[in-house]
């Protein structure tokens, strides 16, 4: 079965950065797009970021864009999230997701890494 490992979560002050890391393991599938996902207490899950395999066509939440960067290796099959000037408002379990297709529904979730921003 295909799993997600994340990776990079933790506790940082407002204003640090954190770099997240996906990508899977125990099988292979074909890569359409990768993206991630937040979850804060009491909320339902929200867009944050995702990129396309092929091209590498990016995009961004607007209440991430300037600050966060989503990146990709094509030869490890891993995304990567960079994070900067984080705010409070970024607390949140952050899942990995991937799709077999461009277009399609995510296929494959992580299970979650916490990141929290202190103030």
């Known amino acids: 079965q295909v799993q997600l490992e994340e990776s990079g979560g933790g506790l940082v002050q407002a204003g640090g950065s954190l770099k997240l890391s996906c990508a899977p393991s125990?099988?292979?599938?074909?890569?359409?797009?990768m993206g991630w996902f937040r979850q804060a207490p009491g909320k339902d899950r929200e867009f944050v970021a995702a990129?396309?395999?092929?091209?590498?066509?990016?995009s961004y939440a607007d209440s991430v864009k300037g600050r966060f960067t989503i990146s990709r290796d094509n030869a490890k099959n891993t995304v990567y999230l960079q994070m900067n000037s984080l705010k409070s408002e970024d607390t949140a379990v952050y899942y990995c997701a991937a799709s077999s297709s461009w277009w399609g529904s995510y296929d494959y979730w992580g299970q979650g890494t916490q990141v929290s921003v202190s103030s």
């Open positions: 990129i396309k395999w092929i091209g590498g066509l990016t």
């Open positions: 125990g099988g292979t599938f074909s890569l359409g797009r």
